[in-house]
């Protein structure tokens, strides 16, 4: 990933974190006006959009960290470097 590429990916992942926390907004909002059944569906979807919006945090630090070691000058590590065989 080059300079350039790694800007672009941090963007997509600062818009996605925000979508995702839209959604999550969203889903509670619903959770109050909705009871039994639907709320615990509502519950269930917003407890899944906090989970993959901090999944979308973390690989957005990853993907940060990998852009900085570039700036710096460090070599890319790659996933195979990390394997034990």
Not at 7 to 21: I, Q, T
Not at 54 to 65: D, F, H, N, Q
Request: proline fraction near 1%; avoid cysteine.
């Amino acid at each position: 990933m080059d300079r350039q590429s790694g800007s672009r990916a941090l963007d997509a992942l600062s818009d996605l974190v925000d979508l995702l926390r839209l959604a999550q907004s969203s889903t509670e909002r619903l959770a109050q006006e909705v009871s039994g059944v639907s709320y615990e569906h509502a519950g269930l979807i917003e407890r899944e959009l906090q989970r993959v919006r901090r999944s979308a945090e973390k690989l957005r630090s990853m993907v940060a960290e990998e852009s900085g070691s570039m700036e710096r000058g460090q070599p890319r590590r790659r996933a195979s470097d990390t394997r034990h065989n």
